[in-house]
Every structure is written in structure tokens, then in C-alpha cells.
Nanobody
Framework: QVQLVESGGGSVQAGGSLRLSCEDS????????TGWFRQAPGKEREFVAA????????YYGDSVKGRFAISRDNAKNTVFLQMNSLKPDDTAVYYC????????????????WGQGTQVTVSS
């Protein structure tokens, strides 16, 4: 049974950094793309980044390009999101998701979701 657990969220000042982790427990096989999304109050869930199983391809939303970096350690079943130069607009609940059956940038493509971790950036 796939279970995704995010961690690493918190509160930082603008310009600071955070590193989010997404651990996929309960899975011992399969190759899957993992994505990060975020959702701020009153807004739709937004694509942040995605990475293929082998790590050879990664994708980013326009608002985070050049500031965020996604990576993975398959030996630990963990995907990371390094977030640098954080802005107040980055404040949201961040979710990881796996097994997209459609375009990686559509939330509805993903089969499994974590519970989310809060990121708050103050000015």
C-alpha cells in the first residue's frame, strides 16, 4: 500500500530556504514519477515540480524555476524539494504525489497523495 509522508515544512523569512521531503513507504517496486504541488487558501492546487523515476528528467512550474530544485533518492524511496529564495507568494500547503496517469502538471493525473506540509514565508 502506497503511503506518502511529507516533512520539512515550516516558517521562514523571505529569502530563506527550506527542504521538503516526501517518503514513499509501503512500496518495494514500480517505477514512478513524483510531483510536488501546492495550494494556498482560496486558490487552486498548483504544479510546482516533478521528477521521473531515474531522475533524468525534472520539470518545474514557471513561478519556481531557478529557485526550487527537485531530486530523489530511490534507495530511500524519498523525493526532495529544495526551496531557495523563498517569497511570501510561496506560502501554501505543499503536497507530493505519485503515479501520474496523464500529464505530470495536472493534479488529477496523480494516483496517490500525501497529507501535505505547511510552508509559510513572511516578508
Amino acid at each position: 500500500q502506497v503511503q506518502l509522508v511529507e516533512s520539512g515544512g515550516g516558517s521562514v523569512q523571505a529569502g530563506g530556504s527550506l527542504r521538503l521531503s516526501c517518503e514513499d513507504s509501503g512500496r518495494t517496486s514500480d517505477k514512478y514519477t513524483t510531483g510536488w504541488f501546492r495550494q494556498a487558501p482560496g486558490k487552486e492546487r498548483e504544479f510546482v515540480a516533478a521528477i521521473t523515476w531515474g531522475g533524468g528528467r525534472s520539470y518545474y512550474g514557471d513561478s519556481v524555476k531557478g529557485r526550487f530544485a527537485i531530486s530523489r533518492d530511490n534507495a530511500k524511496n524519498t523525493v526532495f524539494l529544495q526551496m531557495n529564495s523563498l517569497k511570501p507568494d510561496d506560502t501554501a500547503v505543499y503536497y507530493c504525489a505519485t503515479d501520474p496517469r496523464g500529464p505530470y502538471y495536472f493534479p488529477s493525473s496523480y494516483q496517490y497523495w500525501g497529507q501535505g506540509t505547511q510552508v509559510t514565508v513572511s516578508s
